[in-house]
């Protein structure tokens, strides 16, 4: 039972983690491979779902039983999945001829393997337990196409409560993919693990990497020699070395192509209420023929071809009931998240909550890897524009007034803070800190320097103007 669940479940965590276009793909594989499904001609607009509906699953084949239940449960399927697609028409172009623009358009997209998806192969190849694997499959979602990890492990532990020392061994773990230097957490992290993966992390190059890398892009490779009391040739060839390596690991993966952002979920304001839609138009509609479904009940097939038909009227079942349940998924998510982030909605970034994926999965009723993967690659267009929904996933910090506020915001205070100082006396990380904690806001100078590189913002002596 297993061996036969565990593809379809893979199967469905995959359409769940994919975004809207790439499980399009996969649908259209499976429209080549599995002649019990069928795709209709497009009468169907965006989706806007709020019905919930559980059948029940097949029966099991005991080798005896008769299809009669089986049908019943498929017809049903097959009504609804129907009505699924063809609810109010919205402003989408309902003809053939716009239907062939879209397959087009799809079809002319190039096929390449992401980084996500070589640092996936990795991982199934590694011999890490299925939690630790599960916590590598979020450190791979967080990093991005530079290989570079966007999420520091901390805020990790704090939106997903998995324990910080297991996520840094993951870590590691990742770490030692291909390509080198892939996970790090910035630049100098990156340098370090290729001089390590060649053995020159005690080098001087190494040295320099780790302790003098502001001085490095400064070009003051007289200051480095002294303080290493080395040679300025030695320095000089080091930081050649240096210029060698690979500042963006992730980019070999890239096809250098525009990257076509599709939002899934819309965010409509309607008579004062936020409402979601499932822009879900670019999936196929599909249905279960009914000529094989016939075949099934004629008493004249062959018992060899009943059970090939069986076959694959099972594999259309689950792949309907997963893209069914992945919308429902996403569409769940989206509202929590939608209700947690309205006074961002109306106001914008500084109105931006504390949002955990943990918090969300308690209110939705899944784990919070699940969510992890629904809002993975997955973008949402709000009045305010178009968003990663990762983007409303933060740790919060505490006001002095006992309100929590996200990181998000605070990096745009920093920010603010930065704009407005003067430019021929830039401010110190420190004295940021002091002016964060005067708006009370209290945060450690490290902090301040942390979100000021993640906003790449530089530090003070290179915003000084001469």
């Not at 060649?198 to 001087?204: E, H, L, Q």
């Not at 806001?441 to 320097?449: F, K, L, P, S």
Request: a negative charge; proline letters at 5%.
């Amino acid at each position: 039972m297993q061996m036969v669940l565990a593809p379809q479940l893979r199967q469905s965590l995959e359409m769940l983690q994919v975004p809207i276009l790439e499980l399009r793909a996969m649908v259209q594989k499976e429209l080549e491979m599995n002649p019990t499904l069928e795709e209709l001609a497009p009468e169907g607009p965006a989706l806007e779902i709020e019905h919930t509906s559980d059948e029940p699953e097949p029966a099991a084949d005991t080798g005896e039983m008769t299809f009669d239940k089986e049908f019943e449960v498929l017809a049903k399927l097959d009504d609804e999945w129907r009505d699924y697609f063809f609810q109010d028409l919205d402003n989408r172009p309902n003809t053939v001829e716009a239907e062939e623009k879209h397959q087009f358009l799809m079809d002319s997209l190039p096929q390449h393997e992401s980084l996500q998806e070589h640092l996936m192969q990795q991982l199934g190849l590694t011999d890490l337990d299925p939690a630790d694997r599960q916590i590598g499959e979020l450190i791979v979602g967080s990093i991005n196409e530079d290989g570079y990890l966007t999420v520091s492990l901390k805020e990790m532990a704090e939106t997903t409560t998995l324990p910080l020392d297991r996520i840094q061994n993951v870590l590691l773990a990742v770490q030692e993919f291909h390509p080198v230097g892939v996970g790090a957490a910035d630049l100098q992290d990156c340098l370090l693990l290729q001089l390590e993966r060649i053995g020159k992390a005690d080098s001087v190059a190494g040295d320099i990497v780790r302790d003098h890398i502001e001085l490095l892009a400064a070009h003051k490779l007289d200051k480095i020699a002294r303080l290493l009391k080395v040679s300025v040739e030695e320095v000089k060839a080091a930081a050649a070395f240096i210029a060698t390596l690979d500042p963006t690991p992730g980019r070999a993966f890239s096809d250098n192509t525009s990257a076509y952002i599709f939002p899934e979920v819309v965010v409509r304001k309607v008579e004062g209420e936020y409402v979601i839609i499932l822009n879900d138009d670019r999936l196929p509609h599909l249905r279960i023929s009914r000529h094989y479904r016939d075949l099934m009940e004629a008493e004249d097939t062959p018992a060899d071809v009943k059970t090939y038909i069986r076959n694959k009227l099972r594999s259309s079942t689950f792949l309907l009931k997963s893209i069914d349940q992945r919308q429902r998924t996403i569409y769940r998510i989206a509202s929590e998240i939608v209700k947690q982030q309205t006074e961002f909605l109306d106001h914008g970034v500084s109105h931006l909550r504390p949002l955990t994926m943990n918090m969300v999965a308690e209110q939705v009723g899944v784990h919070e890897t699940t969510v992890s993967r629904a809002v993975n690659q997955k973008y949402m267009r709000t009045p305010l524009g178009t968003f990663e929904m990762k983007y409303f996933f933060n740790p919060g910090l505490r006001t002095s007034t006992g309100e929590s506020i996200s990181n998000k915001t605070v990096k745009d205070i920093i920010a603010s803070i930065v704009a407005e100082e003067d430019s021929n006396a830039p401010l110190s990380d420190i004295t940021i800190m002091d002016v964060l904690k005067q708006r009370g806001i209290t945060v450690a100078r490290r902090t301040v320097a942390k979100y000021r590189d993640m906003s790449g913002i530089p530090p003070a002596h290179l915003r000084k103007r001469n």
